[in-house]
């Protein structure tokens, strides 16, 4: 097996304090996120390639995609709710504190990564949820 084709150790390889997992949302009906590996500069190849080996053999982005697609139908209703009373503004502080708090355990959870990516969407947030 060649170097870049190891998982990543939990123990040895130090990924943890790095912001390497990104998201997208789909403007589609229903919204779909996608999430990928964005390797930091500051990484050597070999560790940027043994991430994306890992994330990709384990299908993580297939998983992460599919736990956010639970994550909207549940808050779903409270962002109407939301939406209704505060508009795009009430969404955003929302999806902030959302996301600082799960960031704050883990940068790298793909619950961060959606809360950021979802806050950072101008078409989430003016609705698109409800799609």
């Given at each position: 097996?060649?170097?870049?084709?190891?998982?990543?150790?939990?123990?040895?390889?130090?990924?943890?304090?790095?912001?390497?997992?990104?998201?997208?949302i789909?403007?589609?009906?229903?919204?779909?996120?996608?999430?990928?590996?964005?390797?930091?500069?500051?990484?050597?190849?070999?560790?940027?390639d043994r991430v994306c080996f890992h994330f990709h053999t384990l299908e993580l982005g297939?998983?992460?995609?599919?736990?956010?697609?639970?994550?909207?139908?549940?808050?779903?209703?409270?962002?109407?709710?939301m939406f209704q009373i505060s508009g795009v503004v009430g969404i955003q502080k929302y999806l902030s504190?959302?996301?600082e708090s799960r960031t704050q355990a883990n940068i790298n959870s793909w619950q961060a990564v959606f809360y950021r990516s979802a806050m950072q969407d101008a078409w989430f947030c003016n609705g698109g949820f409800d799609q």
């Open positions: 097996m060649a170097s870049n084709q190891e998982f990543i150790h939990p123990y040895f390889d130090d990924i943890e304090n790095d912001c390497w997992l990104s998201a997208t789909k403007h589609s009906s229903p919204c779909v996120v996608q999430f990928s590996v964005v390797a930091p500069l500051a990484w050597s190849p070999l560790l940027a297939k998983l992460y995609s599919i736990q956010a697609a639970v994550e909207i139908s549940m808050i779903q209703a409270h962002l109407r709710k504190d959302e996301e």
